[in-house]
């Protein structure tokens, strides 16, 4: 079997999509990697759990895998509220990071998906903002 159908969805995706400008350090990345869901209701979803600290600004990065089709959208929820993502639905515009100015430390949740349920793989890069 050859290594080429995962060729783009490695180590190398983590380091471009850590790679960003600015005054950033980086703190962690979640990967998700699915097949096209046939029922876009049912999607296939990625959830993650992390610790963010009030004070600190944090940004998302989101970078794709080019060989895939799908488009990852990222959505950053509390237990009681949902502060931001990279995907406008009444826009239909997908951008490649968003910030976030923490104002309460504790548990946040990150969903992770492809846009439409396509085929692809996906890495959200959390980093500080230093400046």
Do not use: W
């Amino acid at each position: 079997m050859s290594n080429n159908a995962n060729a783009q969805c490695d180590q190398a995706l983590i380091d471009n999509c850590a790679s960003g400008s600015g005054n950033i350090k980086y703190i962690k990345h979640f990967r998700i990697r699915f097949a096209e869901s046939k029922n876009t209701k049912n999607r296939s979803e990625g959830k993650f759990v992390m610790m963010l600290s009030k004070g600190n600004h944090y940004r998302f990065s989101v970078c794709n895998d080019p060989s895939k089709p799908g488009s990852t959208i990222i959505e950053l929820n509390s237990d009681y509220s949902k502060f931001g993502g990279n995907y406008n639905p009444e826009t239909d515009k997908e951008y490649k990071a968003f910030d976030f100015m923490c104002t309460k430390t504790g548990p946040y949740y990150l969903t992770m998906y492809f846009k439409e349920g396509k085929d692809g793989c996906g890495v959200c890069v959390v980093s500080l903002v230093t400046d």
